[in-house]
C-alpha cells in the first residue's frame, strides 16, 4: 500500500513538483519516500526511511535536476521499512527505475528465475523484481516498449506501475492491474499518480487508467494499450471539479480537524447528490429480493446505519456485511437474482473490490455509493452515486461517513414514495429534518469543541472505553468507536445496548467510562434501564442526549447536550462529538490524528 506519482514537464526540473506532490499523496503511506528523475542520460535518486518532509531536510529532494521523474511514499509490505527497500528501485546497471504499489505475488519466483540469469538484488522488495525483468526483456528485444509489456505480462497480482529509463529518456511507462492509477494531462506537461490530489493544481484533466492496461506518457501526450492484445485505447479525460484548497489544511493543525469541521458544508453537497443516480440505485434496490450492504470500516457502519433505514422508512430487508467476510458468508448463495450496494470512500479497498470481483462472476448486480469518480469501484459498478464528500486527507474518515448516512437515507426515502411506504406527512417531516442536518452540523462543530475537548482529558488514561446505543445508532456506537482505538490508541468496545447484559457487563467497575448515545427516540427507556445497570456498577456514564433531557441528565456524570432534532437524522449528527472526542483525544496524548500508525488512509491489499 504505497502511491506513486510520476511526471514530465517542457522546462525546469520535476523533482520539486515530485515532492510537493508526493506529499499529498503521504495519506497513502509514510514510512519511506523516494524520486528518480534522469538527466544528461542517467538516472539519479534520492530515497531514504521516514516521512517526505524529513527525507527532504536531509537529502534536500528538490537538488534533483532532470525534467522527467518517479516519485513514492510507501507503507511497506514486502520488506522493513528501509533506505534500501524504499522505492525507486533499479535495475543492475542503474538504467530502469520503478515505482509500485500493490503487491507482484509470484515475485519469488521470478526473482530466483532472474538471479540464475546472474541479477543482482539489492533490496527485500517484490518490486525490485520488475526493474530486473524488464532489464532481461530489453536484452531480447532491444525496444524498450516490448520489453516493459512482455515484463509485465509475466506479473501476477496487483500493481500500479511507473517507469523511467535511459533508453527511452523521454517516455514514463506506466501499467494498471488492481491499483488506482490516473493520468493527468496538460499542455507543456503530462503526470501520473495514484490520486489526482498529487497534480490537481497542474491540470483538472484526467484520465483513469484500467485494469490491464499500460500506458505511455511525454511531452506529446499520452498513449494507452490493452496489456493482452495490444489494442490502442481512445480515452478521452473527464474534468474533476476538486480544487487544491479543498485538498489542503486551510489553517487547521491536522487534516482531521479541518474535515471534521467542514461537514455542513460537506453534507449540503451530499443532500444535493445527484438524482438521477438515487433514483437508478433505488429502482434496483426496489426489484431486489434482498439487498445486501457491504463495505469495510468506516462505509460497513455506514451499511449499519442503512440497513435500519431501508427497513424503518421502506420495510426493505438489507444485510449489512464486511466486505472481507462477504465471500465466506454469502459466496455460495449468491448469483443472477442477488443485489448488493457496496459502499467504499476511496473506490479502491482492495476487500471491497475482492468481494465486487467475486459478485461479478456470479452476475449480481453491483451498485455502489463512492467518493472517488474514476475509481475501480465506480468503472465496475452498473450504477452508482457519488457520496460528494469532496477529498478526504486525514486517514481517519470522517466527512466521508456523514455524507454515507446521508446517502442511504435519501436512498431509503426514494424507495419507500416508491413502495408507497410514507405518507405525504412523514415525508414533509423528513425532508424538513433533512434541510436542517447542515445547521445543525455546523451549530454542534461550532458549540461543543471546548466541551468535548474536557472530556477528551477524562478519558485519555482510561484503559478501556465502552460505547453503547440502540436502534439506528448501534452503528453511531461502532463508529464512534472506531475512531477513538485508531486515532487515540484507546482500546475501546461497542455493544448493543441490550446485548451488554450477555457478557461486557463483566468487566464495568469503578470508573469504567461508558459513552451512551441516547437520542429521544422509541429506545430511550430501554436505553436509560442500561445506563443505571451501569451506574450501579459504578461505570462513569458519558451521555449524549437531547439538552432538555433531565432525566438522562441526572443519571449521567457527564452529559454532552444536543439540540432537539428527528430522530431519524440522530445518527448523521450524533457521531460529530465522537468524531472530535477521538480527534482530541488523539492530540492531547501527543499524536498524528492524520496519521496513525500501521494504517493507511486506502488498504488496497487483502
Ligand atoms: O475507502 P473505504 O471507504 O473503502 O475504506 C474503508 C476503510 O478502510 C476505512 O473506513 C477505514 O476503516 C478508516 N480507517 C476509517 O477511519
Known sequence: MCRIFAGIIKEGDIAPILRIGLKRL???????????????????????????????????????????????????????????????HLDCNGNIAIVHNGIIENFLELKQEL?????????????????????????????????????????????????????????????????????????????????????????????????????IISLEGYEIYKLGSGTKVNRKPIFLNWNLEQASKEGYDHYMLKEIMEQETSMRWSLNAQKIYLELISDYMDKADKVFLVGAGTSYHSCVVGSYYYSKLATVTTIPVIASEFIENYGSSIDINTTILFVSQSGETADVLNAVDFARKRACTILAICNVIGSTLTRVARAYVLQQSGPEIGVAATKTYTSQLIIHLLLALNLAKKRGKISQYEMDEIKEALNEIPFLAGKILREKSKEIKEVAKRIINKNHVFF???????????????????????????????????????????????????????????????????????????????????????????????????????????????????????VLKGLDPDKPRNLAKSVTVL
Open 26 to 88: 503521504e495519506y497513502g503511506g509514510y514510512d519511506s519516500a523516494g524520486i528518480a528523475t534522469i538527466y544528461e542520460g542517467k538516472i539519479h535518486v534520492k530515497k531514504d526511511k521516514g516521512k517526505i518532509d524529513e527525507i527532504h531536510q536531509k537529502l534536500n529532494l528538490d537538488e534533483l535536476k532532470g525534467n522527467i521523474g518517479i516519485a513514492h511514499t510507501r507503507w511497506a509490505t514486502h520488506g522493513a521499512p528501509s533506505k534500501i527497500n524504499a522505492h525507486p
Open 468 to 586: 453503547l446505543a440502540r436502534g439506528l445508532n448501534y452503528g453511531t456506537a461502532l463508529e464512534g468507536r472506531l475512531k477513538l482505538l485508531e486515532i487515540a490508541y484507546i482500546p475501546s468496545t461497542a455493544y448493543p445496548a441490550g446485548e451488554s447484559k450477555h457478557g461486557p457487563i463483566s468487566l464495568i467497575e469503578e470508573g469504567v467510562p461508558i459513552i451512551f448515545i441516547a437520542p429521544k427516540d422509541e429506545t430511550r427507556k430501554q436505553i436509560i434501564g442500561n445506563m443505571m445497570e451501569m451506574k450501579t456498577r459504578g461505570a462513569e456514564i458519558i451521555t449524549l442526549a437531547e439538552e432538555d433531557d433531565e432525566e438522562i441528565k441526572s443519571l449521567s456524570n457527564i452529559f454532552i447536550g444536543m439540540p432537539k432534532m428527528n430522530s431519524i437524522i440522530t445518527p448523521i449528527l450524533y457521531i460529530l462529538p465522537l468524531q472530535l472526542l477521538a480527534y482530541y483525544s488523539s
Open 115 to 215: 538471479e540464475q540469469l546472474n541479477h543482482k538484488f539489492v533490496s527485500k522488495t517484490d518490486t525490485e523484481v520488475i526493474a530486473h525483468l524488464i532489464e532481461e526483456y530489453y536484452k531480447v528485444f532491444k525496444n524498450f516498449k516490448e520489453a516493459f509489456i512482455e515484463a509485465i505480462k509475466r506479473l501476477q497480482g496487483s500493481y500500479a506501475i511507473s517507469v523511467i529509463s535511459t533508453y527511452e529518456p523521454d517516455k514514463i511507462f506506466l501499467a494498471k492491474n488492481g491499483a488506482p492509477l490516473l493520468l493527468g494531462k496538460g499542455k507543456d506537461f503530462n503526470f501520473a499518480s495514484s490520486d489526482a490530489i498529487a497534480f490537481i493544481d497542474k491540470t483538472k484533466e484526467c484520465i483513469p487508467l484500467e485494469d490491464n492496461e499500460i500506458a
